[in-house]
Nanobody, 121 residues
Framework: QLQLVESGGGLVQPGGSLRLSCAAS????????IGWFRQAPGKEREGVSC????????YYADSVKGRFTISRHNAKNTVYLQMNSLKPEDTAVYYC??????????????WGQGTQVTVSS
């Protein structure tokens, strides 16, 4: 069974950090671009970041640029999202998704179940 599982969410104070993990089972992430998305209550899903499978090129939404870092560890079949300087507006359910191929094109086949991130004092 092909599956993505996110972990690492939780409650953090403003200015704090979290590292989200996206672990794949049933397939290897080596040949997939991986994206992170988030959805806050009452808002549409937003693309946060993506990392290609070809050369590890990374992309970030303007709202997280300079604060979030996406990385992949192919040997662990896992992609990470390091989130620093967190703000209350980062509060959302975060999802990872896998897109077959080399580049981030926005055609994701597999999605995880999501992990809640809450930034609050």
């Amino acid at each position: 069974q092909l599956q993505l599982v996110e972990s690492g969410g939780g409650l953090v104070q403003p200015g704090g950090s979290l590292r989200l993990s996206c672990a794949a089972s049933g397939f290897t992430l080596d040949y997939y671009a991986i994206g992170w998305f988030r959805q806050a209550p009452g808002k549409e899903r937003e693309g946060v970041s993506c990392i290609s499978s070809s050369d590890g090129s990374t992309y970030y939404a303007d709202s997280v640029k300079g604060r979030f870092t996406i990385s992949r560890h192919n040997a662990k079949n896992t992609v990470y999202l390091q989130m620093n300087s967190l703000k209350p507006e980062d509060t959302a359910v975060y999802y990872c998704a896998a897109e077959p191929g080399l580049s981030c094109r926005g055609a994701y086949d597999y999605w995880g179940q999501g992990t809640q991130v809450t930034v609050s004092s």
